[in-house]
């Protein structure tokens, strides 16, 4: 977009997904995003990839966030970093974009929230996969009444983590666990497209608890399991449709990633991934595939998120990916829990703005 001053940002926790994700495909976008530095407890993390591309390496986050020349953070550091590095950098002033979950407990989530508010700026929050095309298309297809009435949805993810990722023992601590990990994909898909929350029903217990890492330099050390790795939820969305949610570090289920059912058909898609197709059913048709639009990446394009987090910034506009939709899915996730260990359903009590649909030209044209 011609006249656009791309905005200034800092990676702020410099592991995985700052490498394999976020760096490369926000540098995707140079038009939206400068990435100026990194900055991580491991200084080598942030050195390995400001040597990829230039930035600065900073040596604290206090550093970060008293630097004149920067206008956001994005925060990349483990689940229990997302409140603390989020809230210091919303009271310093800067806008904020933050890996799933936005936060380990509603309160918090609603405190940064309200200091997003009072400061100024913007907060925004992954996944971002409903900017996808596949993701957008559906969701556009579905307002236009294509399969009728949305009665339901449904979502799944899991598998045993600690067989590919080096750092599993960090996803099964007290507060984490499969729902707030990876729920977020589905649950943003379906309160995009079907519309809030308003109770739920849990299922959610500790199946294995100990267990062994098998990847990377620690493989063969034991941990312990302090949070539910296995679980159901039902839900009840406020418009009267209902959802299933089955997550899972234990066993990897063959239900649908993400499908979504109306009076006059269904669809089945990724919730987490970009370009891997669209299927569809009618009642007289059964399920027929169809390709994914033309611009489709194929994959989880972790840029699109930070563009469009940019674009709204320079724009004064609401993001897409907000903190106040993120806070919902987070209370999802609690209330799912609190539901399996009182056995009865729960009332969720936040709800959000509605998120605006990708036009085009997209904001990260």
Same mark, same amino acid.
């Given at each position: 977009m011609?006249?656009?001053?791309?905005?200034?940002?800092?990676?702020? &926790?410099?592991?995985?997904?700052a490498?394999?994700?976020?760096?490369?495909?926000?540098?995707?976008?140079?038009?939206?995003?400068?990435?100026?530095?990194?900055?991580?407890?491991?200084?080598?993390?942030?050195?390995?990839?400001?040597?990829?591309?230039?930035?600065?390496?900073?040596?604290?986050?206090?550093?970060?966030?008293?630097? /004149?020349?920067?206008?956001?953070?994005?925060?990349?550091?483990?689940?229990?970093?997302?409140?603390? @590095?989020?809230?210091?950098?919303?009271?310093?002033?800067k806008?904020?974009?933050?890996e799933? /979950?936005?936060?380990?407990?509603?309160?918090?989530?609603? !405190?940064?929230? !309200?200091?997003?508010?009072?400061?100024?700026?913007?907060?925004?929050?992954?996944?971002?996969?409903?900017?996808?095309?596949?993701?957008?298309?559906?969701?556009k297809?579905?307002?236009?009444? !294509?399969?009728g009435e949305?009665?339901?949805?449904?979502?799944?993810?899991?598998?045993?983590?600690?067989?590919?990722?080096?750092?599993?023992?960090?996803?099964?601590?007290k507060?984490?666990?499969?729902?707030?990990?990876?729920?977020?994909?589905?649950?943003?898909?379906?309160?995009?497209?079907?519309?809030?929350?308003?109770?739920?029903?849990?299922?959610?217990?500790?199946?294995?608890?100990?267990?062994?890492?098998?990847?990377?330099n620690?493989?063969?050390?034991?941990?312990?399991?302090?949070?539910?790795?296995?679980?159901?939820?039902?839900?009840?969305?406020?418009?009267?449709?209902?959802?299933?949610?089955?997550?899972?570090?234990?066993?990897?289920?063959e239900?649908?990633?993400?499908?979504?059912?109306?009076?006059?058909?269904?669809?089945?898609?990724?919730?987490?991934?970009?370009?891997?197709?669209?299927?569809?059913?009618?009642?007289?048709g &059964?399920?027929?595939?169809?390709?994914?639009?033309?611009k489709?990446?194929?994959?989880?394009?972790?840029?699109?998120?930070?563009?469009?987090?940019?674009?709204?910034?320079?724009?004064?506009? /609401?993001?897409?990916?907000? &903190?106040?939709?993120?806070?919902?899915?987070?209370?999802?996730?609690?209330?799912?829990?609190?539901?399996?260990?009182?056995? @009865?359903?729960?009332?969720?009590?936040?709800?959000?703005?509605?998120?605006?649909?990708?036009?085009?030209?997209?904001?990260?044209?």
């Amino acid at each position: 977009m011609p006249n656009f001053n791309p905005v200034k940002i800092v990676i702020v &926790g410099c592991g995985m997904i700052a490498e394999v994700g976020y760096q490369p495909r926000c540098q995707a976008y140079p038009q939206k995003i400068e990435l100026i530095g990194y900055y991580d407890q491991d200084i080598n993390r942030a050195k390995l990839l400001a040597e990829k591309d230039g930035g600065k390496v900073y040596q604290s986050l206090d550093e970060v966030l008293n630097d /004149p020349s920067v206008e956001g953070i994005i925060n990349l550091t483990i689940h229990t970093g997302h409140y603390p @590095v989020s809230l210091a950098g919303l009271k310093a002033g800067k806008h904020v974009y933050s890996e799933k /979950p936005v936060a380990l407990r509603v309160e918090e989530a609603d !405190e940064m929230i !309200e200091t997003a508010d009072q400061m100024g700026v913007k907060f925004a929050c992954a996944p971002v996969a409903m900017l996808g095309y596949v993701q957008q298309s559906v969701w556009k297809r579905i307002r236009g009444g !294509e399969i009728g009435e949305v009665v339901s949805a449904m979502g799944n993810f899991g598998g045993p983590l600690e067989y590919w990722h080096p750092n599993a023992d960090l996803f099964m601590m007290k507060g984490v666990g499969p729902f707030k990990d990876v729920a977020p994909y589905p649950l943003t898909a379906m309160t995009t497209m079907i519309g809030p929350v308003k109770q739920v029903y849990g299922l959610a217990q500790i199946t294995i608890p100990e267990r062994m890492l098998h990847a990377g330099n620690r493989a063969g050390n034991k941990y312990k399991v302090s949070e539910k790795d296995h679980g159901i939820g039902l839900l009840e969305f406020e418009n009267g449709a209902y959802g299933l949610l089955y997550h899972s570090w234990t066993a990897r289920s063959e239900l649908p990633a993400y499908e979504i059912h109306g009076t006059k058909g269904c669809f089945s898609i990724q919730a987490h991934d970009d370009g891997r197709g669209i299927r569809k059913s009618t009642p007289m048709g &059964g399920w027929e595939n169809e390709d994914s639009p033309k611009k489709a990446y194929t994959g989880l394009d972790w840029g699109k998120g930070p563009s469009d987090f940019a674009d709204a910034i320079r724009h004064d506009r /609401p993001v897409r990916c907000s &903190g106040k939709h993120a806070r919902h899915v987070l209370e999802i996730c609690e209330r799912v829990f609190e539901a399996a260990d009182k056995g @009865v359903p729960i009332e969720v009590k936040s709800r959000f703005p509605a998120p605006i649909p990708v036009g085009d030209p997209t904001p990260w044209d």
